[in-house]
T-cell receptor, first 116, second 114 residues
Framework: AQTVTQSQPEMSVQEAETVTLSCTYD???????LFWYKQPPSRQMILVIR??????QNATENRFSVNFQKAAKSFSLKISDSQLGDTAMYFC?????????????FGTGTSLTVIP | DTAVSQTPKYLVTQMGNDKSIKCEQN?????MYWYKQDSKKFLKIMFS???????INETVPNRFSPKSPDKAHLNLHINSLELGDSAVYFC?????????????FGSGTRLTVV
């Protein structure tokens, strides 16, 4: 079975600073996908960034980037130039493909607060 | 032109009632899901469904049942509501094939059982 661990229940960062959220996972799969989702107080789940396990290059989306270490099964999210709107719950997720659809495993989340 | 829409956004009801939450997606995805998010924000899969198979999380009480009239809809019916059913319920959809773009979520339905 796959598990996803986010060891930081809560974090805070000063506005304009950089913060890194950690995520580790456990799997015997070789081909899979990893995601970070953001859930602001509005409750909407928003995809932040995705990474394909077969790609060595770390994914980047504007101020968001990941450090993907496949051998270590680590997938951390770095947020640069933090903004107040980044305040949210962040979920790391592991996905494997099945014939009947994608199977997701979510971490327990990290609550990030950006301090003005 | 919302991609995954859920209705209602809020639902307050008494114990013992039967209620439904509707979900529709216009993304052409072939698989839809229901998740429950508890008070600690933990996301738990309840069902996944495509035109091939309904997969039920065995820990979900049989008071919960998904109903899919077509590929674009997956509604959630809950019978004999209990206090512990209070949570936020998310619908999501995805392609079972393709680039692995992950889920697109609805905005959630906050269910409160009193």
């Amino acid at each position: 079975a796959q598990t996803v661990t986010q060891s930081q229940p809560e974090m805070s960062v000063q506005e304009a600073e950089t913060v890194t959220l950690s995520c580790t996972y456990d799997t015997s799969e070789n081909n899979y996908y990893l995601f970070w989702y953001k859930q602001p107080p509005s409750r909407q789940m928003i995809l932040v960034i995705r990474q394909e396990a077969y790609k060595q290059q770390n994914a980047t989306e504007n101020r968001f980037s990941v450090n993907f270490q496949k051998a270590a099964k680590s997938f951390s999210l770095k947020i640069s130039d933090s903004q107040l709107g980044d305040t949210a719950m962040y979920f790391c997720a592991f996905m494997k493909r099945l014939n009947t659809g994608n199977q997701f495993y979510f971490g327990t989340g990290t609550s990030l607060t950006v301090i003005p | 032109d919302t991609a995954v829409s859920q209705t209602p956004k809020y639902l307050v009801t008494q114990m013992g009632n039967d209620k439904s939450i509707k979900c529709e997606q216009n993304l052409g995805h072939d698989t839809m899901y229901w998740y429950k998010q508890d008070s600690k924000k933990f996301l738990k899969i309840m069902f996944s469904y495509n035109n091939k198979e309904l997969i039920i999380n065995e820990t979900v009480p049989n008071r919960f049942s998904p109903k899919s009239p077509d590929k674009a809809h997956l509604n959630l019916h809950i019978n004999s509501l209990e206090l512990g059913d209070s949570a936020v319920y998310f619908c999501a959809s995805s392609h079972s094939q393709g680039r692995g773009n992950g889920y697109t979520f609805g905005s959630g339905t906050r269910l409160t059982v009193v």
